[in-house]
T-cell receptor, first 117, second 111 residues
């Protein structure tokens, strides 16, 4: 089946540094990928929609200059958290749409847990 | 997308059927019911979807009432690995691909 791979699964960084998270579709092409963020004991919140070859679409309240998204190929989208601060510590999850039983469904990566010290 | 209402938590004994309800009284005619689950510290996993007929796959069964205002996800023989948060989402089958997650139901399978 369609698999989305995320890397790294865990990352710890110092405050003020930038961190890049990769999201790859392993056996299919993904023109659109979605990035979610999840704080402890909360539900997933959509951050942005990543479109291959064009600018990402950010949800209201998400700083596009802080969360840089690049979707340069049909199998890779990256999320860069710039100048990370402790409040950016969260679980970041990417997803891509696949067709299952005639419907679009989302397949998700395993997530990347970011801890900013 | 139509709003859904789910109980915040449920328990189920291992080996028994787990029945997870979802209310979606404002569902539109072209909206489907989707179920996903999220095991702790993992990305969500698609389970099943349906429009108005009951659906079954290798993971679960989905029962949708005739008026489509509610549905039930059934895990026929729950195992400890089914402990997760289950999300019921209503949306059109194609179109705006964004998926909005509510708070879901935290299902705990008890040995």
């Amino acid at each position: 089946g369609a698999v989305v791979s995320q890397h790294p699964s865990r990352v710890i960084c110092k405050s003020g540094t930038s961190v890049k998270i990769e999201c790859r579709s392993l056996d299919f092409q993904a023109t659109t990928m979605f990035w979610y963020r999840q704080f402890p004991k909360q539900s997933l919140m959509l951050m942005a929609t990543s479109n291959e070859g064009s600018k990402a679409t950010y949800e209201q309240g998400v700083e596009k200059d802080k969360f840089l998204i690049n979707h340069a190929s049909l199998t890779l989208s990256t999320l860069t958290v710039t100048s990370a601060h402790p409040e950016d510590s969260s679980f970041y999850i990417c997803s891509a749409k696949v067709v299952v039983s005639g419907a679009n469904v989302l397949t998700f990566g395993a997530g990347s847990r970011l801890t900013v010290l | 997308d139509a709003k859904t209402t789910q109980p915040p938590s449920m328990d189920c004994a291992e080996g028994r059927a787990a029945n997870l309800p979802c209310n979606h009284s404002t569902i539109s005619g072209n909206e489907y019911v989707y179920w996903y689950r999220q095991i702790h510290s993992q990305g969500p996993q698609y389970i099943i979807h349906g429009l108005k007929n009951n659906e079954t796959n290798e993971m679960a069964s989905l029962i949708i009432t005739e008026d489509r205002k509610s549905s039930t996800l059934i895990l026929p023989h729950a195992t400890l690995r089914d402990t997760a948060v289950y999300y019921c989402i209503v949306r059109v089958i194609f179109g705006n691909e964004k998926l909005t997650f509510g708070t879901g139901t935290r299902l705990t399978i008890i040995p």
